[in-house]
């Protein structure tokens, strides 16, 4: 069982930056695929980025050369480096764990934090 926590969300202006940290419990925690996902209001959950337990990682097309996904294995964490922030990156961001390699489906996670709120003004 893993239980995970985000935190680091909040308002930015445009072209700003934010670091969004996920800590999580659980003593195998360096064996899960660690994931990013975001929901803004009336959209459905969408895939950000993931980073599995070997270190690669798999981004969506908008975040590409934005955001960078890292893990510490010692500290249980998981981050999202989120730089050039725009107005459409405004959503909730979630952190998600499961057992296996990166997918981008939000349905084979298994493991979900509670969000944190990441608005950006224009």
């Known amino acids: 069982q893993v239980q995970l926590g985000e935190s680091g969300g909040g308002l930015v202006q445009a072209g700003g930056s934010l670091r969004l940290t996920c800590a999580a419990s659980g003593r195998t925690f360096s064996g899960y695929t660690m994931g990013w996902f975001r929901q803004a209001p009336g959209k459905e959950r969408e895939f950000v980025a993931a980073?599995?337990?070997?270190?690669?990682?798999n981004y969506e097309d908008s975040v590409k050369g934005r955001f960078t996904i890292s893990r510490d294995n010692a500290k249980f964490t998981v981050y999202l480096q989120m730089n050039s922030l725009k107005p459409e990156d405004t959503a909730v961001y979630y952190c998600a764990a499961r057992q296996g390699g990166i997918v981008t489906s939000n349905i084979r996670y298994q493991y979900w934090g509670q969000g944190t709120q990441v608005t950006v003004s224009s």
């Open positions: 980073i599995n337990r070997d270190g690669f990682t």
